[in-house]
């Protein structure tokens, strides 16, 4: 059946990989293009349970219940959002997918190439990924200025294992994109990196 395009941006928090997910959209949209936005953790039921435990910290939940939160999250996700704008042809672009939970949930010690698999068992296969990368130091440079509190996620030693799960993901849909630029050089790499689906 045939069915829009599935853009994902990935990479660790700080990496501006929000920023350019809503620029491509933008340009998308001056194109003609039918194309939306999401997000996860999203603002659903799981979603704000999620954003709970990064406000306050993982008080006791095991690594495998904090996967199970994201994982549910992604199911609603997908049945209320992404399937129904992919079958309306859209370009679906998503600001964090199932390759997050390989690598933060990974990094926590679970298998990132089991929760690939698990996740591919019910999650639609992104055409495309783009894995932002910078410097974890950068990266908590950036947070630090633009928020006043880091989440429990935002800690340097786990952003350096998360970025390492990140740098080892390999496939054909998979694009790593420097991201130390200015916005605007970002967003060329950007659309480099996915003319070749339109
Ligand atoms: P983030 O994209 O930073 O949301 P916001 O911009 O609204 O703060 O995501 C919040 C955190 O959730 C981020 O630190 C990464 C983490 N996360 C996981 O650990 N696993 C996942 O599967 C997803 C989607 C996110």
Not at 20 to 47: F, H, M, V, Y
Not at 131 to 144: G, H, K, Q
Request: with cysteine; charged share 25%; hydrophobic share 35%.
């Amino acid at each position: 059946m045939k069915r829009g395009f599935l853009i994902v941006f990935e990479g660790i928090d700080g990496t501006g990989k929000s920023t350019q997910c809503e620029l491509l959209a933008k340009s998308l949209t001056e194109r003609d293009i039918l194309n939306i936005a999401l997000a996860e953790p999203t603002r659903g039921t799981w979603g704000t349970k999620i954003r709970k435990l990064l406000s306050e910290g993982r008080q006791g939940i095991s690594p495998q219940e904090e996967l199970s939160w994201f994982v549910n999250d992604r199911k609603e996700d997908i049945e209320l959002n992404i399937m129904p704008a992919l079958q309306d042809n859209k370009v679906v672009l998503m600001d964090r997918y199932y390759f997050s939970t390989a690598a933060y949930q990974g990094a926590l010690g679970l298998d990132p190439e089991q929760i690939t698999l698990e996740n591919e068992t019910f999650a639609p296969i992104p055409d495309r990924v783009l894995i932002f990368l910078t410097s974890p130091e950068t990266c908590l440079e950036r947070i630090e200025s633009s928020r006043d509190q880091k989440s429990a996620f935002e800690k340097l030693d786990y952003l350096r294992n998360v970025q390492g799960i990140f740098k080892s993901f390999t496939g054909p849909n998979i694009r790593f994109i420097d991201s130390v630029g200015s916005v605007p050089e970002v967003h060329e790499k950007v659309l480099s990196a996915i003319e070749d689906l339109f």
